[in-house]
């Protein structure tokens, strides 16, 4: 029913920004939050970011203070501000719908972020 699509992934010099989008196709109402995770050569996939329907945020420790989650409802797209990049945060971010009443989650195909020194 929700096919997430990622875009705005690109090549940055550190201390730069990115703003990556995640539009949610389908019926957004089964829609109880929407996830940014990410995942590096030779590490396993983490949650960055996450935004409820009420509209509280969870950020990872890594990225508290530097990324900023938001949503526009009209577009049903959300959003990943992401400013004081560091050679770190490079990874492919990828966009997760998740509905935790029902038990699924739909992720995007992902969108690389590379930061350079």
């Known amino acids: 029913q929700v096919q997430p699509v990622e875009s705005g992934g690109g090549l940055v010099q550190a201390g730069g920004s990115l703003r990556l989008s995640c539009a949610a196709s389908?019926?957004?109402?089964?829609?109880?939050?929407m996830g940014w995770y990410r995942q590096a050569p030779g590490k396993q996939r983490e949650m960055v970011a996450t935004?409820?329907?009420?509209?509280?945020?969870s950020y990872a420790d890594s990225v508290r203070g530097r990324f900023t989650i938001s949503r526009d409802n009209a577009k049903n797209t959300v959003y990943l501000q992401m400013n004081s990049l560091k050679p770190e945060d490079t990874a492919t971010y990828y966009c997760?719908?998740?509905?935790?009443?029902?038990?699924?989650?739909?992720w995007g195909q992902g969108t690389q972020v590379t930061v350079s020194s």
């Open positions: 935004i409820f329907t009420g509209g509280s945020t």
């Open positions: 389908g019926s957004a109402f089964s829609i109880n939050a």
């Open positions: 997760n719908a998740i509905n935790y009443v029902q038990g699924w989650n739909s």
